[in-house]
């Protein structure tokens, strides 16, 4: 099992920006697929965007050309870019390993993003 750390998150307005970071634990970092998770109340949690080992990237629709997502294999770090920010973005927002769209590990604490005025 891999673990992470997420954060970065905080209280923006909205078209604004924020970076999150997710720091995974272990040797093989490089090798994983990775992706960014995000949940809001009451709803499932959803794939916002994914990033191959060999930095292929895949986006949500309703993020896409909002959200960048990059990985620094040296640091075993990967980190979501985030602007133009709306309200409906607001959740806990989580990284994981991932398969298929589909997350590996158990999941950390993520980091909460409120957009709000």
């Known amino acids: 099992q891999v673990q992470f750390v997420e954060s970065g998150g905080g209280l923006v307005q909205p078209g604004g920006s924020l970076r999150l970071s997710c720091a995974a634990s272990?040797?093989?970092?490089?090798?994983?697929?990775m992706a960014w998770f995000r949940q809001s109340p009451g709803k499932q949690r959803e794939l916002v965007a994914e990033?191959?080992?060999?930095?292929?990237?895949n986006y949500a629709d309703s993020v896409k050309g909002r959200f960048t997502i990059s990985r620094d294999n040296a640091k075993n770090t990967v980190y979501l870019q985030m602007n133009s920010l709306k309200p409906e973005d607001t959740a806990v927002y989580y990284c994981?390993?991932?398969?298929?769209?589909?997350?590996?590990?158990?999941w950390g604490q993520g980091t909460q993003v409120t957009v709000s005025s």
């Open positions: 272990g040797s093989f970092f490089g090798i994983y697929d």
């Open positions: 990033i191959s080992s060999g930095g292929r990237t």
């Open positions: 994981n390993r991932e398969l298929g769209g589909v997350a590996l590990d158990y």
